[in-house]
């Protein structure tokens, strides 16, 4: 088995779900600024036909983009204490992105460029009163690298296009929050 160089592992699983992030600016949360989660993706009152189903997928999606827009934010310091990371993020999928970037931190290493994502949804759970949606995205971090403190790339890898799955759970205060994250290999899409 070939020894790890630094920004592999956990953290290369994290920059590729954080590729995701490209669309920082397409991320239209509605923030409930005297509500229970500032900046959290909740249900507005919806004046147009669209169903239950669909404004979940749409809601799931925001908060997708917000998560990874989050984490690509902080991954330019690798701040894994940054308290923007909870505002889209639970569960595992907030554990996997601190994680990635604490590890990051330890390395010295840090994130530059914009990923470019293009999220779908693949599922909305239940249909009449949706509770969870699942998001398949096909994320390119060609443009989204690590580099060490110092300015110079971190290592040969040039990034690349991979599949990432997302689970997006409604939360008790309606907050549209993603809890999961599984992120496959470079080629995978």
Not at 35 to 45: D, E, I, L, R
Not at 52 to 79: C, H, I, N
Not at 94 to 104: M, N, Q
Request: aromatic fraction near 4%.
């Amino acid at each position: 088995m070939a020894p790890r160089k630094p920004g592999h592992g956990v953290r290369e699983v994290l920059c590729l779900a954080a590729s995701t992030a490209a669309l920082l600016g397409a991320m239209a949360c509605t923030s409930n600024a005297g509500g229970p989660s500032a900046g959290a993706t909740t249900v507005p009152p919806v004046a147009t036909s669209e169903s239950p189903k669909e404004a979940a997928g749409r809601l799931a999606v925001e908060a997708y983009q917000g998560m990874l827009s989050d984490f690509a934010a902080a991954a330019q310091t690798s701040d894994w204490k940054s308290p923007d990371l909870a505002r889209h993020a639970t569960g595992d999928a907030l554990s996997l992105i601190t994680r990635g970037l604490f590890a990051d931190q330890q390395a010295g290493l840090v994130s530059k460029g914009a990923p470019i994502s293009a999220p779908s949804v693949s599922s909305v759970e239940p249909s009449g009163e949706p509770t969870k949606v699942t998001i398949t995205d096909c994320n390119d971090s060609s443009n989204w690298l690590k580099y060490r403190r110092s300015g110079e790339l971190a290592n040969d890898m040039p990034g690349g296009r991979r599949t990432i799955t997302a689970i997006v759970i409604r939360q008790p205060d309606g907050a549209w929050k993603v809890d999961k994250l599984v992120v496959q290999a470079l080629g995978s899409c």
